[in-house]
């Protein structure tokens, strides 16, 4: 995610850095290698200017002048700066009092308005919400369908009716999470390859009938400046609440995040940072700012590392690691709890320093996870709680269930083995067991 933004802004940040004393022409020439850097990012350009003109003057004021690390003054403006850019601060979800509270999405065919309707509904859910899904994308073949299946998935209902009718389908919606006491409302609208008429006067009509406490505008993220004119186009019209940006995962340059909040000004509200469910996240715009500038998110990282992980089994686990009772089955049951957290190449982002360090070019292999879990798997009960009694023959047939070779259930079971050593070791020297990230 905005990686190759984060690339372009450190390596101009750290040739500042290396100045001793800032003067006027080594800002200047810093100032116009991030303009570069944030247009090639696909950054609307006047937003660009504005964004390297705040961050001038206040670079050349008297707090940088007199600091006594000028360069590292500069970053701390830059990233207030970006953060701004964005909203300084996270704007959530107003339901108002209205029950049910009712939000309406919209946004331009394939930007993920279905997948994300679930997203939302898992998310408020887990918040304590009682949420329905509304199919009211009569247009798109299998819509309903995929809504469907998206409900389906996570438990939570979903209201659907066979007839053209947009705007009925939406108010019975509501009328059913009423009757069933259901205190939240997720529609999901048709979308269209372009803006027309028809679609936007479709959903103003949803809008001013159904008055739903909140209108998010559901932007993908990779299509950059054309996400933006968009968003325009529907806030002119429409006058959405909030942006959700979704395929933030694949989006390596970051202009809709950087660009939009600032053409449409309208808060950007989640972004979809992957395929799961749960791989929505509220937007901080604070947060962004230091990811993108390599300087970590642990307030994210501990966030959703408490989302995850389950606390009891974290509990019980630290009990097995002082009695020196750790087994691949409990290694196995933490591979597990990692997945949840997402992909290991955004949970390493999320660590301070990270771009500027080893981990920034390490290449993570999720394919590797996969393997060991294969692995494991084929091991019998036995051998998982004692991988002692594993001997050639056991590992031969291990490796043919697994699909792999011999060498790497060898290596598996010497990693395990030295870790189970370095943890008798810490044991030993009264310190606290946990395994990384705090599980």
């Given at each position: 995610?905005?990686?190759?933004?984060g690339?372009?802004?450190?390596g101009?940040?750290?040739?500042?850095?290396g100045?001793?004393?800032l003067?006027?022409?080594n800002?200047?020439?810093?100032?116009?290698?991030i303009?570069r850097?944030?247009?090639?990012a696909d950054?609307?350009?006047?937003v660009?200017?504005?964004f390297?003109?705040?961050?001038e003057q206040?670079?050349l004021g008297?707090?940088?002048?007199?600091?006594?690390?000028?360069?590292?003054?500069?970053?701390k403006?830059i990233h207030?700066?970006?953060?701004?850019?964005?909203?300084?601060?996270?704007?959530p979800?107003n339901?108002?009092?209205?029950?049910?509270g009712v939000?309406?999405?919209?946004?331009l065919?394939?930007?993920?308005?279905?997948t994300?309707?679930g997203k939302?509904?898992?998310?408020?859910?887990k918040?304590?919400?009682?949420?329905?899904?509304v199919?009211?994308?009569?247009?798109?073949?299998a819509?309903?369908?995929?809504?469907?299946l998206v409900?389906?998935?996570?438990?939570v209902?979903?209201?659907?009716?066979d007839i053209?009718?947009?705007l009925?389908?939406?108010?019975?919606g509501?009328?059913?999470?009423r009757?069933?006491?259901?205190d939240?409302?997720?529609?999901d609208?048709?979308?269209?390859?372009?803006?027309d008429?028809?679609m936007?006067q479709?959903v103003?009509?949803?809008?001013?009938?159904?008055?739903?406490?909140?209108?998010?505008?559901v932007a993908?993220?990779?299509t950059?400046?054309?996400?933006?004119?968009s968003?325009k186009a529907?806030?002119e019209?429409?006058?959405?609440?909030?942006?959700?940006?979704?395929?933030?995962d694949?989006?390596a340059?970051?202009g809709?995040?950087l660009?939009?909040r600032?053409?449409?000004?309208?808060?950007?509200?989640?972004?979809s940072?992957g395929?799961k469910?749960?791989q929505?996240?509220?937007?901080?715009?604070?947060?962004i700012?230091s990811r993108?500038?390599?300087?970590?998110?642990?307030v994210?990282?501990?966030?959703?590392?408490?989302?995850?992980?389950d606390?009891?089994?974290?509990?019980?686990?630290?009990k097995?690691l002082?009695?020196q009772?750790?087994?691949?089955?409990d290694?196995?049951d933490q591979?597990?709890?990692?997945?949840?957290?997402?992909?290991?190449q955004d949970i390493?982002s999320?660590i301070p320093?990270?771009?500027?360090?080893a981990?920034?070019?390490?290449?993570?292999?999720?394919?590797?996870?996969?393997?060991?879990e294969?692995?494991?798997?084929?091991?019998?009960?036995?051998?998982?709680?004692?991988p002692?009694i594993?001997n050639?023959?056991r590992?031969?047939?291990?490796?043919r269930?697994?699909?792999t070779?011999?060498?790497?259930?060898?290596?598996?079971?010497?990693?395990?083995t030295?870790m189970?050593?370095?943890?008798?070791q810490m044991?030993r020297?009264g310190?606290?067991?946990?395994?990384?990230l705090g599980?």
């Amino acid at each position: 995610m905005l990686q190759e933004l984060g690339d372009k802004l450190d390596g101009v940040l750290r040739k500042l850095k290396g100045h001793g004393k800032l003067t006027e022409k080594n800002i200047a020439d810093s100032m116009r290698d991030i303009r570069r850097a944030l247009l090639e990012a696909d950054v609307n350009y006047k937003v660009a200017k504005q964004f390297i003109n705040d961050v001038e003057q206040r670079a050349l004021g008297q707090e940088v002048i007199k600091s006594i690390t000028p360069g590292q003054m500069v970053v701390k403006i830059i990233h207030d700066e970006l953060a701004k850019l964005m909203g300084e601060k996270d704007v959530p979800v107003n339901f108002g009092n209205a029950l049910p509270g009712v939000l309406m999405l919209c946004g331009l065919q394939g930007s993920g308005k279905t997948t994300l309707a679930g997203k939302l509904a898992f998310h408020f859910r887990k918040k304590g919400r009682n949420p329905l899904l509304v199919a009211a994308d009569i247009y798109r073949p299998a819509a309903i369908d995929q809504l469907k299946l998206v409900g389906n998935a996570i438990n939570v209902p979903v209201h659907a009716e066979d007839i053209q009718d947009a705007l009925t389908i939406a108010k019975n919606g509501i009328d059913y999470a009423r009757k069933h006491m259901m205190d939240t409302v997720i529609i999901d609208t048709a979308g269209r390859l372009h803006i027309d008429e028809k679609m936007m006067q479709e959903v103003k009509n949803i809008k001013n009938t159904v008055k739903p406490s909140e209108i998010l505008f559901v932007a993908d993220a990779m299509t950059g400046q054309d996400a933006v004119k968009s968003a325009k186009a529907f806030a002119e019209y429409l006058d959405f609440d909030g942006v959700v940006l979704t395929k933030m995962d694949g989006d390596a340059r970051g202009g809709a995040a950087l660009s939009i909040r600032a053409v449409t000004n309208k808060p950007i509200k989640f972004i979809s940072t992957g395929e799961k469910v749960e791989q929505l996240e509220t937007f901080h715009p604070d947060r962004i700012a230091s990811r993108i500038l390599g300087m970590g998110d642990v307030v994210s990282l501990v966030e959703r590392a408490q989302e995850t992980i389950d606390q009891e089994k974290a509990a019980t686990l630290e009990k097995r690691l002082r009695r020196q009772e750790f087994t691949l089955e409990d290694f196995f049951d933490q591979l597990q709890q990692i997945k949840k957290m997402g992909p290991l190449q955004d949970i390493l982002s999320m660590i301070p320093g990270a771009q500027n360090k080893a981990l920034k070019n390490l290449n993570v292999d999720e394919g590797a996870l996969v393997r060991v879990e294969a692995i494991i798997n084929s091991m019998t009960t036995d051998e998982r709680r004692s991988p002692h009694i594993i001997n050639g023959s056991r590992r031969k047939r291990i490796a043919r269930g697994s699909g792999t070779s011999v060498q790497e259930v060898n290596r598996l079971l010497n990693q395990f083995t030295m870790m189970r050593k370095m943890m008798k070791q810490m044991n030993r020297g009264g310190g606290r067991m946990r395994m990384p990230l705090g599980f």
